[in-house]
């Protein structure tokens, strides 16, 4: 008994589709959200432009933390995380988010308030925030990280870095700033097509 050639392809095609199972349905089904920040409030930078270095920065940041789950067919819930701002790598504020769940194919806007009382910034970083103020906008640095309710990703929280940048002289909000995520079970994400992800 010979197999034809047209059979062997077919078994071969079967075989790895069996085999890429798993990743088709990592990609399809349990991708975590999509994050974006966004400072809706924000005291105590304008004080950064005191002449005196060692006068002590006292900062309230009001953010948003978007996540957008819709390229997703599970809930994703998180126990709790943390929120830093930054500013050229000296601390500003940091707060605790609260516990949340994204719904499969929804969105959830989550608020964060990240303070600190007695920031000293040396001079030299102090002189560059003040020039960037003159300038119209101060790049500041917002970190999150958040642990999942579940083991679904393991004992490691997600990471998020995003780089906000904020309008000086006017009371608006930032615009919203999609975040770079880190975390070691999504890597195939960063390679899948667009149209597995939508």
Known sequence: MTIARSEIRTILYALLALALSPL???LLVNLPPKFSVQLTGIQGLDTAADPDPAAP???VFNITLHASNKRSRTTWCYRHGEA???YAGFTLGWGRTRTFCV???DTRD???VAWADGVGLPKPIRDRMAAERRAGTVEL???VKLFAEDDRT???PTWMWCEVGVATGRAAPSVATPCSVFMSKIWAADFAPN???V
């Open 84 to 86: 830093v701002v930054r």
């Open 103 to 105: 719904g499969a194919k």
């Open 24 to 26: 088709v349905y990592y």
């Open 154 to 156: 393991g004992a490691e």
């Open 57 to 59: 920065l006292t900062t």
């Open 110 to 112: 989550v608020p964060v």
């Open 195 to 197: 149209w597995m992800l």
């Open 141 to 143: 640095e917002v970190n």
